[in-house]
């Protein structure tokens, strides 16, 4: 009976033991059933283990589509050139890139950015368009300690974003476009120097602002109308609008009664910028008008037409011939005409991040997350490890980010000269350094 009772006993044990080896394995929570979703997994070493190649992937952050989706499609192409030039490989690494869609919508782009980094992995990121979305995702990157770089987003809200945590909100490490009221005041030289040289006597000196509705296109409004105001300009009017308007005829007309000697606004959306140009010109304002952005895609003359003639804009050009030879190589592989400022830039971009996660490699022995990060703390905001014309930057002469987030601006750094755009062609006004022309006046 005993010997009955230890064999039944046995062969339990048995089978308990067998159902334990075909029982499955343990899994992480994912999102939505809890957990430490903060916690920096990204940051480990990840590679193909069937194969022991190292990878390290990141995340293209633009809006590939929506109403700024030809600036994304301008940040593709540049990305693609600056990776294909290293073949997609950093020392033994392979570089796995993530197209992270913003579609011009902070929430949209939050939610891909997560999504991004959870599902496919992303450990560091680069490039972004829009102010708004720049500060919503820094949430994000704060959250999943994932570095992020060259971000565009140039609204003084990053700004205090990242001083007011450091350790939180300096994962949103480096901007790849300073404060606007930074480059703004270009304008207010510009105009006060045609002013005092007797090209253009504006008498009253008023003034209206306009733009689109978002941190960037309110941080340039507010920015530029004190320097204005400071220059002893009067502000009439203010009128942001949604960034998906294109109708502005009931606006540009109550601009019109108002009879301002200048309008000054920006926004980052091509289908928008140029409808205000054109129709401005329709309803026959003589105003002198500043179209902070109006450049920014290759095509803004095929937009606009002749509107444009005496339009103000700040774009840096290809003065170089390395600069001159990527417009071509750009516009050869894509049939797109490149802009300065945002196929230039994020080509500038792209290729400094590079550089970075070289060095990370050279120092660290290892591409992560946090190594990636260490990188930027000790040599990026140290000002020990920038990216000049000597490295291949085709639009400013040097990217130094030893004063973060923004790079540093003016001489040999960070900046944009002032042009007026005549008969579709560019034709630079400030500083005297490099003007070929006095400021023109519409008659």
Known sequence: MKFRQYTTFALLVVVALLLAQCAPAATAPTPDQGGDQAAPTQAMDTGDQSTGEKTFTIGVLGPFTGPSAR??????????MALDKINYKVGDYTIKVVWIDSQSDPEKATRAYEEAIVQDGVQAGALNWHSSVAVACMEVTAKYKVPHFFGFGATEVVNQKFESDPAKYGYWTTKGWPTPVKLSKNYVSAIEDAISAGVWSPDPKTAVIYGEDTDWGRSFGEGIAGQLEDAGWQIVDRQYFPLEQTDFYSVLNKFKSESPALIA?????????????KQADEVGLNSMIIADGLGWVGEWYDLTGNSSNYVLDQIPGWATDASKQFAADFEAQSGMK????????SYDGMNFFIKV????????????????????QDKVWTGDLTYTADDGAIVMQEYNFSDPPDPLVGGDYYTFPVLQYMDGQPVYIWPSTISESQLMVKQ
């Open 71 to 80: 600036t994304g499609d301008e940040f593709r192409q540049s990305a693609e």
């Open 265 to 277: 606004g920006t926004s980052t959306a091509p289908p928008q910028i140029s409808a205000f140009i």
């Open 338 to 345: 490149p802009s300065p400022s945002s196929g230039g830039l």
């Open 357 to 376: 996660l070289q060095t990370t490699l050279d120092d660290q022995g290892v591409l992560s997350s946090e190594a990636v990060y260490k990188t930027v």
